[in-house]
């Protein structure tokens, strides 16, 4: 059953993570500074965190839509996809998976931007705004993606 799984078509379920992931990531990109932003309660200082960007690129739980969505796009080679837009598809699940390792790195780094020598609230955002540069990229590799896959 393991080895059939893998010889299968994404589900409609999958297919409706990428949607949904898709439409999460969008969210995280306009309010990009109310999500990455946590303050103390009763007026409190408040600070930067790039958490919310692992936590929308798939980085943080299981139940993320965008968990692990690279075996989704595996499996799209057993989909009935246009041939022309195959190599589209190829360098656009690159892209995600590019941008998804670079922002993952650039908002760890930033969690802790403000605790090493040289560094502070500076640092936090210059890491914090190179996640969202990756963000942006992979925002465009999902849509790609989605587009390629009419879904």
Do not use: H
Not at 24 to 47: A, H, M, P, Q, S
Not at 57 to 73: A, N
Not at 112 to 127: A, R, S, T
């Amino acid at each position: 059953p393991a080895y059939a799984a893998s010889t299968q078509p994404p589900t409609a379920e999958e297919l409706k993570r990428i949607k949904k992931g898709y439409e999460g990531i969008k969210y995280l990109l306009e309010n990009f500074e109310k999500e990455t932003t946590v303050c103390r309660e009763n007026g409190g200082e408040c600070k930067r965190d790039a958490d919310p960007v692992r936590r929308y690129m798939g980085l943080r739980s299981t139940t993320d839509p965008l968990f692990q969505i690279e075996k989704v796009f595996t499996k799209v080679k057993y989909m009935d996809v246009d041939p022309d837009q195959l190599e589209t598809f190829f360098e656009a699940t690159e892209d995600w998976n590019t941008a998804v390792n670079m922002s993952n790195s650039m908002a760890f780094i930033s969690q802790f931007g403000e605790y090493n020598p040289g560094g502070g609230k500076d640092e936090v955002l210059k890491y914090l705004n190179e996640s969202q540069k990756q963000v942006i990229i992979a925002e465009g590799a999902l849509k790609k993606i989605i587009d390629v896959l009419g879904i």
